[in-house]
């Protein structure tokens, strides 16, 4: 069930209308159906997969809050990890560890083994619901959350169904206390939330899915392979996966809102960072502030040294990059970013100062990182790079220039308005007149020039 098709918007609307008229309770066991339908639309055999890991860790959190410091505690966290990151990495890297297996093998000469094993498909979101039942697992191990006793609060924590399939990762803390307590309607709220889900259906429609046909064309060979062609379709793809991912983010936050919960933000303006630590601050904040408080900080942080803070940097950026898809593409896209944030690190400790060139460098960098993160394969990325030296000049590439100007300046118009003034969405501290006009012309841009053809959401693939 895709956020931006008719049957996502039917099935909201009729949640919407039903919940407002149950009282709470009955509201959580009736969101939480609705959540198991809509993740059960693909395919009900994943729905089973993921109830499972969601009554082990509901079981396992209680027994480790009952358990006194100690051996036992240490243990019950570990068979919660065993379990979570087992069923995800069988599911999500199966096949790539075999297929990296198989190729190693060819490459020694070793040919006449037969490697046969059936394909895994990926559940859907399972990636993202799983990092909210480890989060959920470690904090109350850490004493820091009180394990919920209600079976029903705690699957309506993992598989609210705006967040369920992409995230944001909600955070126990953050989301867990509004699954408890009453909710009651509020008009601004509501509003909030149409306005998100208006405002994240124009970045997808328009943003993302046009810039979709410049990436597409140039990463499938379309557009030739030169300088420009490279840079076309490496700044689209830039602006495709933001409008896409920060679409999704704004419905998924949008939808929320209608049923009275409150999301955390997923994106700051990151084109607009300093350097790359800043845009880390900016983009998938969900995810790079777990990937901070789960894996970097107990890694040690910056606090063991200078070597072992690179070390951290690279091991998190690496498992970073690994947590995207099982593909060496998505590692080095990683490590592309682990060795940039530990350069910036480094001549930051040095007393340089950072420059306005930064930010150039920035954008460069990611623009790179973006190749290895798109394409294909690992030789189709080093084809691509190296394409970069030839300067050849087609009339095409001037219309698709211009093209991308004008859909990457539309975002940025919004992000400046966003960064400015320090909102949520375009026009939130203005009159209602403001965002009403704003969704009112937006709403007409997606009727008349929305791509033709639909592109699934980037993220829902991992």
């Given at each position: 069930m895709l956020f931006d098709?008719?049957?996502?918007?039917?099935?909201?609307?009729?949640?919407?209308?039903?919940?407002?008229?149950?009282?709470?309770?009955?509201?959580?066991?009736?969101?939480?159906?609705?959540?198991?339908?809509?993740?059960?639309?693909?395919?009900?055999?994943?729905?089973?997969?993921?109830?499972?890991?969601?009554?082990?860790?509901?079981?396992?959190?209680?027994?480790?809050?009952?358990?006194?410091?100690?051996?036992?505690?240490?243990?019950?966290?570990?068979?919660?990890?065993?379990?979570?990151?087992?069923?995800?990495?069988?599911?999500?890297?199966?096949?790539?560890?075999?297929?990296?297996?198989?190729?190693?093998?060819?490459?020694?000469?070793?040919?006449?083994?037969?490697?046969?094993?059936?394909?895994?498909?990926?559940?859907?979101?399972?990636?993202?619901?799983?990092?909210?039942?480890?989060?959920?697992?470690?904090?109350?191990y850490k004493g820091e959350l009180q394990p919920s006793r209600s079976f029903v609060d705690y699957g309506l924590f993992i598989t609210l169904f705006p967040h369920l399939i992409a995230g944001p990762i909600q955070r126990p803390s953050h989301l867990l206390p509004q699954v408890q307590r009453p909710r009651s309607f509020q008009e601004k709220a509501f509003f909030d939330g149409c306005v998100l889900i208006i405002s994240g259906l124009f970045r997808k429609t328009v943003i993302a899915d046009g810039c979709a046909n410049l990436s597409n064309a140039a990463f499938e060979g379309r557009l030739g392979a030169n300088f420009w062609a490279t840079l076309i379709g490496v700044y689209a793809f830039a602006w495709q996966i933001y409008g896409d991912f920060s679409g999704y983010s704004d419905i998924a936050r949008g939808s929320a809102q209608l049923l009275g919960f409150h999301f955390m933000v997923n994106f700051r303006q990151p084109y607009f960072a300093r350097n790359l630590q800043d845009f880390w601050r900016r983009w998938h904040i969900s995810l790079s502030t777990w990937l901070r408080d789960y894996l970097y900080i107990p890694l040690g942080g910056n606090r063991k040294g200078l070597g072992r803070t690179y070390f951290n940097l690279m091991t998190t950026m690496l498992l970073g990059g690994l947590w995207h898809g099982a593909n060496w593409t998505f590692v080095i896209w990683g490590g592309i970013h682990g060795v940039w944030l530990s350069i910036e690190r480094f001549f930051s400790r040095s007393g340089e100062p950072l420059s306005w060139f930064s930010r150039i460098l920035t954008l460069v960098v990611v623009g790179v990182s973006w190749i290895f993160f798109r394409a294909n394969s690992l030789g189709a990325a080093l084809d691509m790079l190296r394409s970069t030296a030839n300067f050849h000049w087609e009339a095409q590439y001037g219309p698709e220039l211009l093209f991308l100007v004008v859909l990457s300046g539309a975002m940025m118009l919004m992000d400046y308005r966003l960064e400015a003034y320090g909102e949520e969405y375009v026009f939130e501290k203005e009159q209602i007149a403001a965002p009403v006009c704003a969704c009112a012309v937006m709403t007409v841009l997606m009727v008349a020039y929305a791509a033709s053809e639909t592109n699934a959401f980037i993220y829902f693939q991992f």
């Open positions: 098709t008719p049957v996502y918007f039917l099935f909201l609307i009729l949640v919407v209308f039903l919940y407002w008229r149950l009282k709470w309770r009955r509201q959580n066991v009736f969101l939480l159906c609705a959540s198991y339908f809509f993740y059960g639309w693909w395919d009900w055999r994943f729905l089973l997969l993921m109830i499972f890991s969601t009554i082990v860790d509901y079981l396992i959190a209680i027994r480790i809050a009952e358990q006194a410091p100690g051996t036992r505690r240490r243990t019950l966290l570990i068979i919660s990890l065993c379990v979570n990151f087992g069923i995800l990495g069988f599911f999500k890297y199966c096949n790539f560890f075999v297929d990296s297996f198989a190729s190693m093998l060819h490459m020694a000469g070793v040919h006449s083994i037969p490697i046969v094993f059936l394909k895994i498909i990926l559940p859907p979101g399972i990636s993202f619901y799983t990092f909210q039942e480890v989060a959920y697992v470690v904090d109350v």
